[in-house]
């Protein structure tokens, strides 16, 4: 079965613009997480999303936002960009959130 | 909060080596997460672990969670250059979907 595929794989954008991700979760998976991963930070919970509503965020501005729509796929927004948000999105699907979840290849944003 | 410190930070092994990566937590564990990492790609899932001395293996690699739930390791067999990457783990400490993960170590496994 198709995994987790996160689109676009590479982005390049200036500070200020906003920029939206997209994440489409296995087949059949309600659960919906996203982190942020930089060398410096590691890999930091952003949220969850199970069955269109948020369960849980992390310790992030509200620049981040995201949504989960009624077929599971998920986006993630981020307004206002600083160079600090260059980062690999990482998002990643459960049936409900726990037992392991299975990750996308993640969108690598450049901030410039 | 709750934490997860992995050490060493990076490995460096010849090819057919073992090794082993430790992961300790500061507070008890209620399920411990393993995953490994090609540099920029998403993370693989290898084993979860629940209970106080449970012990997992898939190929060559072997995951133990300790008694107290609060350390967890993860032993590499005969390493292959295929084994290279970051390994991290990682836990759900409240239960609330809101995970966290260790630093990660990095392996280099020299052919």
């Known amino acids: 079965k198709a995994g987790v595929t996160q689109t676009p794989r590479y982005l390049i954008k200036t500070r200020g613009q906003q920029v939206t991700l997209s994440c489409s979760p296995i087949?059949?998976?309600?659960?919906v997480s996203w982190y942020q991963q930089t060398p410096g930070q590691g890999l930091q919970f952003l949220f969850e999303y199970f069955s269109e509503t948020q369960r849980n965020k992390g310790n992030f501005p509200g620049r981040f936002s995201g949504r989960q729509f009624s077929n599971s796929r998920s986006e993630m927004n981020v307004s206002t960009l600083e160079l600090g948000d260059s980062a690999l999105y990482l998002c990643?699907?459960?049936?409900?959130?726990?037992?392991?979840?299975?990750f996308g290849s993640g969108t690598r944003l450049t901030v410039v | 909060s709750q934490e997860l410190e992995q050490s060493p930070q990076s490995l460096i092994v010849q090819e057919g080596k073992n090794l082993t990566i430790n992961c300790t937590s500061s507070k008890t564990l209620y399920g411990l997460y393993w995953y490994k990492q090609k540099y920029g790609e998403g993370l693989i899932f290898l084993m979860m672990l629940q209970k106080g001395g449970e012990e997992k293996s898939h190929e060559k690699i072997t995951a133990k969670l300790d008694e107290k739930k609060q350390q967890s390791s993860l032993h590499i067999t005969a390493s292959q250059p295929s084994h290279a990457g970051i390994y991290l783990c990682g836990a759900d400490p409240s239960g609330t979907y809101k995970y966290i993960f260790g630093t990660g170590t990095r392996l280099k496994v020299l052919a």
């Open positions: 990643a699907s459960s049936s409900q959130g726990a037992y392991g979840y299975t």
């Open positions: 087949s059949g998976h309600r659960s």
